[in-house]
T-cell receptor, first 112, second 114 residues
């Protein structure tokens, strides 16, 4: 069964601190994996995309990793800001029909 | 223009009402999607249009009726909804059938069914 599991479900950190969010997927055949940021009541916005041949990709303070062998990905946020408070959703794309499989998201709260 | 717009932002309707949600994009994308998202849950795919033709219907009840009048517009017609249909309805668009077809999401319409 194609699934995407994320942990933790929620996370609270202080402004300026770093954090790492985890994603495990069982999507097969696998095409790529994206991390989305979703502010409350808004649509998701793509942060990074990774294919099976990529290990690390950065976008500003966001760094994503992918281990295609263990089917795990992580999103590391450096020097967190209050505006980072949002839900971070891991989305794996299957090669068949390009179907997207969404994780439940990690709700990140950054406190001043 | 890299934006997907949705109207209205909020909608409150009774179970006997008929209403429509609208979505528009001008990125030249030929695939458009409707998702339903309940609170603290991931988006659930409802419909996919590819080249203005319905290609995927995820067994959605007939009280939801999608329409794609042209390559830039996507509508979702609502009739005789139930309170459990209250959710955030997201529209997305992408280039179809490509390896790296990022889906661009709109801000959503927050629907409340009384």
């Amino acid at each position: 069964k194609n699934q995407v599991e994320q942990s933790p479900q929620s996370l609270i950190i202080l402004e300026g601190k770093n954090c790492t969010l985890q994603c495990n997927y069982t999507v097969s055949p696998f095409s790529n994996l994206r991390w989305y940021k979703q502010d409350t009541g808004r649509g998701p916005v793509s942060l990074t995309i990774m294919t099976f041949s990529e290990n690390t990709k950065s976008n500003g303070r966001y760094t994503a990793t992918l281990d295609a062998d263990t089917k795990q990905s992580s999103l590391h946020i450096t020097a967190s800001q209050l505006s980072d408070s949002a839900s971070y959703i891991c989305v794996a794309r299957g090669s068949t029909l390009g179907r997207l499989y969404f994780g439940r998201g990690t709700q990140l709260t950054v406190w001043p | 223009d890299t934006e997907v717009t949705q109207t209205p932002k909020h909608l409150v309707m009774g179970m006997t009402n008929k209403k429509s949600l609208k979505c528009e994009q001008h990125m030249g994308h030929r695939a458009m999607y409707w998702y339903k998202q309940k609170a603290k849950k991931p988006p659930e795919l409802m419909f996919v249009y590819s080249y203005e033709k319905l290609s995927i219907n995820e067994s959605v009840p007939s009280r939801f009726s999608p329409e794609c009048p042209n390559s830039s517009l996507l509508n979702l017609h609502l009739h005789a909804l139930q309170p459990e249909d209250s959710a955030l309805y997201l529209c997305a668009s992408s280039q179809p059938s490509e390896k790296d077809n990022e889906q661009f999401f709109g801000p959503g319409t927050r629907l409340t069914v009384l």
